[in-house]
């Protein structure tokens, strides 16, 4: 049996604990070398990567083009966390938490950065006047579940799927509790779409965007390997809306970009052009020396 952990009087990190994130772990900002951020030909530049939180925002971009809002044209560069990449300087400095996904608009007189993801769905939202209603109960609806997956979606990532699927050790207590609040967190979102087609009623919002990344892939049973440990298929107005969600053409589009796990069909690591999706699916067909 193990010894109780006491906390000393003052903490200090430790480098022997292993665990994924070891090495890009630290408890201090800013950047750790200078980098200099790519820029595309599009005033919309997107520095991501096909996390959850970042395929919020390629969606929400695909959306809007398929609206036909020609100015979300966009590029999206990879950036590639696990090598610590979101520590450059040029990152840093549009996103001094360091966190993916984080956007520049060069479209006006002045460029104009965004960090966190739901400012960036509704800063575009905003900006093209789709997808967030302006009735004032609509949009504190969708504002109200937007806010919700910001809070709750810390709990199933940071919480349930560290010490799930990644942590160094397997700690039945912190599994314990973070599942039941994943499982609370379920329910809520099951009870709600019992009631209406999408998260803010009858309309797809940016509400959708932003939860279906994290519990739409929950509810496939595809994240973190837990769909029988949290026995998801009990959820059923979440599946039918994962299903839904999951089949527009848009949101297809959303998931591949800066993606680099899973099919290799499914990945576009950089995008720079609508094209870009053709040009990798004819490369799929036709590879190299057939």
């Given at each position: 049996?193990?010894?109780?952990?006491?906390?000393?009087?003052?903490?200090?990190p430790k480098t022997d604990h292993g665990g994924r994130f070891v090495n890009i772990n630290r408890p201090v900002a800013g950047?750790?070398?200078?980098?200099?951020?790519?820029?595309?030909?599009?005033?919309?530049?997107?520095?991501?990567l096909g996390t959850p939180n970042g395929v919020k925002v390629t969606i929400l971009l695909?959306?809007?083009?398929?609206?036909?809002?020609?100015?979300?044209?966009y590029d999206a560069w990879l950036i590639d966390i696990s090598k610590g990449?979101?520590?450059?300087?040029?990152?840093?400095?549009?996103?001094?938490n360091s966190k993916i996904p984080a956007l520049m608009d060069r479209g006006g007189a002045e460029p104009v950065r965004v960090f966190e993801s739901g400012a960036i769905l509704i800063y575009l939202a905003e900006k093209f006047g789709a997808f967030l209603p302006t009735?004032?109960?609509?949009?504190?609806?969708?504002?109200?579940?937007?806010?919700?997956?910001?809070?709750?979606?810390?709990?199933?990532?940071?919480?349930?799927?560290?010490?799930?699927?990644?942590?160094?050790?397997?700690?039945?207590?912190?599994?314990?509790?973070?599942?039941?609040e994943v499982k609370r967190q379920l329910d809520v979102l099951d009870r709600r779409l019992g009631e209406s087609d999408y998260l803010a009623g009858?309309?797809?919002?940016?509400?959708?965007?932003?939860?279906?990344?994290?519990y739409g892939i929950l509810a496939r049973g595809l994240l973190y390997g837990a769909g029988e440990f949290l026995s998801v298929q009990d959820y059923r107005n979440v599946k039918r809306w994962t299903e839904q969600v999951g089949e527009r053409p848009a949101v297809k589009r959303g998931r591949m970009v800066n993606n680099r796990n899973g099919d290799p069909a499914k990945q576009?690591?950089?995008?720079?052009?609508?094209?870009?999706?053709?040009?990798?699916?004819?490369?799929?067909?036709?590879?190299?020396g057939s």
């Open positions: 049996m193990t010894a109780e952990y006491v906390p000393p009087t003052v903490w200090a950047p750790t070398h200078d980098k200099v951020l790519p820029i595309g030909g599009h005033p919309l530049q997107l520095y991501s695909e959306e809007l083009l398929a609206l036909g809002h020609a100015g979300a044209e990449e979101q520590f450059g300087s040029g990152f840093v400095g549009v996103n001094p009735a004032p109960a609509a949009r504190a609806e969708t504002l109200s579940w937007l806010m919700w997956q910001m809070g709750s979606a810390p709990f199933l990532g940071g919480g349930f799927g560290h010490f799930y699927a990644y942590a160094p050790i397997k700690i039945e207590y912190a599994i314990d509790r973070y599942a039941m009858a309309e797809y919002t940016i509400a959708d965007m932003a939860v279906w990344p994290w576009l690591r950089e995008r720079h052009d609508a094209s870009d999706f053709e040009t990798r699916t004819q490369d799929k067909l036709n590879p190299a």
